[in-house]
């Protein structure tokens, strides 16, 4: 029975965020009713852990960094004159903070990857072959796919059998098949990616297993950006850019160089604290929009407390749903390198839901060795 609630619930979240930041969402104010139910749940479950072990679920290690994230956020963009836009940004870590409560079985885990699966492939096939989502962003449809994968993925991550070999390699070649209407490389390289790492092609433990290893996972999207840009300006790619027109019929970057490089000068203008606005342009990727908006002291924040999530799966590696949560969020946060929607006024919630299940996960390990 808790298996098929924790299903319900993470399908709920998928629906919410399918119109989180879309017109229809705007329209019937979900996004704003969605962060209010998630203020509401998380305020619940704190006081209900509280009424019963006196405790809050949130460790030092974590509040020493919350409290900063937030009132740099919060703080910047209220003088800057943004009203309450950096809270827009961080609401959906009260996801993270929800989902620490689940405790996921691996069948709970499974059954929630099979609907995660299915809607995902529904979403694409309904974009690419009907007129139903007519309009829509096409780049916001691939990655709900794209991370629909990721989730469907976690629970499955180095198994043997059929499973492996069979149905993981069958269902990431489905993705490709209805992702490639869309015309996004990028998530169709992630998808061959998770692949390649959940069948242990390329191992991904180790990155983990150091804090050195996990902090250049931490500032791939900014080595991405700064060295794209230096590339742009100083070095030649008349050549590459030829290659990618006649290959994709698009330009090598697509213009992501270009508006990297102006988003590094307007940094550069409020390095410490950035302008305070999160909207004021489409950055395609996670630390240039970060460091736009919040400067340097807002980015590390932003990466210590995703930084801190991950490390807390670290000890218990050996669960192939840790494992699989630790890896699906790397390719998502790799990924997000040269895309929207991780950090954004209205981002996606999927990315968030992968680290809800990490730190769901982990509290059942917790407890089943308390027994």
């Not at 210590?304 to 000890?315: A, T």
Request: aromatic share 16%; glycine share 8%; charged share 10%.
């Amino acid at each position: 029975m808790y298996a098929i609630i924790y299903t319900m619930g993470m399908v709920l979240l998928w629906v919410i965020n399918l119109f989180n930041g879309t017109g229809l969402g705007a329209a019937y104010k979900t996004t704003e009713l969605a962060m209010l139910m998630a203020v509401v749940v998380a305020i619940a479950c704190l006081a209900f852990r509280f009424a019963k072990d006196g405790d809050i679920l949130v460790q030092p290690r974590f509040f020493y960094v919350i409290i900063p994230l937030v009132l740099v956020f919060a703080g910047n963009s209220i003088l800057k004159g943004y009203k309450l836009t950096g809270l827009e940004s961080l609401w959906p870590f009260l996801v993270v903070y929800i989902l620490s409560f689940t405790r996921p079985n691996i069948t709970a885990l499974r059954m929630t990857a099979i609907a995660y699966g299915v809607l995902g492939l529904a979403i694409l096939y309904i974009y690419s072959y009907t007129d139903i989502l007519k309009g829509w962003n096409v780049n916001a449809i691939a990655m709900i796919g794209l991370f629909s994968f990721l989730v469907f993925t976690i629970p499955f991550y180095g198994m043997s059998g059929w499973r492996s070999f069979v149905l993981l390699p069958l269902v990431g070649t489905a993705y490709v098949i209805l992702l490639w209407p869309t015309e996004s490389r990028s998530c169709i390289i992630a998808i061959i990616a998770t692949l390649a790492v959940v069948l242990r092609m390329i191992p991904v433990r180790g990155v983990f297993r150091t804090s050195t290893g996990m902090w250049v996972l931490m500032f791939v999207p900014l080595i991405i950006a700064i060295f794209i840009s230096l590339f742009s300006i100083f070095g030649d790619i008349s050549g590459l850019t030829q290659w990618s027109y006649e290959t994709f019929n698009k330009p090598l970057f697509n213009g992501r160089d270009q508006i990297w490089i102006n988003g590094f000068r307007q940094m550069f203008q409020r390095p410490l604290f950035g302008s305070g606005n999160n909207n004021a342009g489409y950055w395609h990727n996670s630390a240039v929009a970060c460091l736009v908006a919040y400067g340097v002291v807002g980015y590390y924040f932003w990466v210590r407390i995703l930084y801190q999530i991950l490390k807390e799966g670290v000890p218990y590696m050996d669960d192939v749903a840790v494992i699989g949560s630790m890896a699906a969020f790397g390719i998502v946060y790799c990924h997000q390198s040269v895309e929207l929607g991780f950090f954004a006024v209205n981002p996606s919630l999927l990315p968030y839901v992968i680290l809800g299940i990490l730190l769901g996960r982990i509290n059942y390990i917790k407890d089943r060795s308390l027994r």
